[in-house]
């Protein structure tokens, strides 16, 4: 059975940051390209940021890059989101997801075998 389990999410402030992990159980890790999703409040899940199996390679939306740097560690089946200079609008549940696929740049909901159970981050101003 797969499980994706985050933590990490919270409250900051803004300008502030935080650091989300998620650790993978139950696949081949280092066979998933790893990503994160952000669901605002009323608005609907999308695509923030990937990184490849090896993790040489990576991608950022527009309105997280410079700011959000996504890693992962094979050794550990892990991924984590550091955020920085965090925004109001960075507001939302954040989600980490698995696809059984090579690195594409962005990840498509329908190509998501795994999702995690979701952590919110709350960005006050």
């Known amino acids: 059975q797969v499980q994706l389990v985050e933590s990490g999410g919270g409250l900051a402030q803004a300008g502030g940051s935080l650091r989300l992990s998620c650790v993978a159980s139950g696949l081949t890790f280092n066979r998933h390209t790893m990503g994160w999703f952000r669901q605002a409040p009323g608005e609907e899940r999308t695509f923030i940021t990937a990184?490849?199996?090896?993790?040489?390679?990576?991608f950022y939306v527009d309105s997280v890059k410079g700011r959000f740097t996504i890693s992962r560690d094979n050794g550990k089946n892990s991924v984590s989101l550091q955020m920085n200079s965090l925004k109001p609008e960075d507001t939302g549940v954040y989600y980490c997801?698995?696809?059984?696929?090579?690195?594409?740049?962005?990840?498509?909901?329908?190509?998501?075998?795994?999702w995690g159970q979701g952590t919110h981050v709350t960005v006050s101003s």
């Open positions: 990184v490849s199996w090896t993790g040489d390679k990576t």
């Open positions: 997801a698995a696809a059984a696929l090579p690195f594409k740049w962005t990840m498509r909901s329908e190509d998501i075998g795994s």
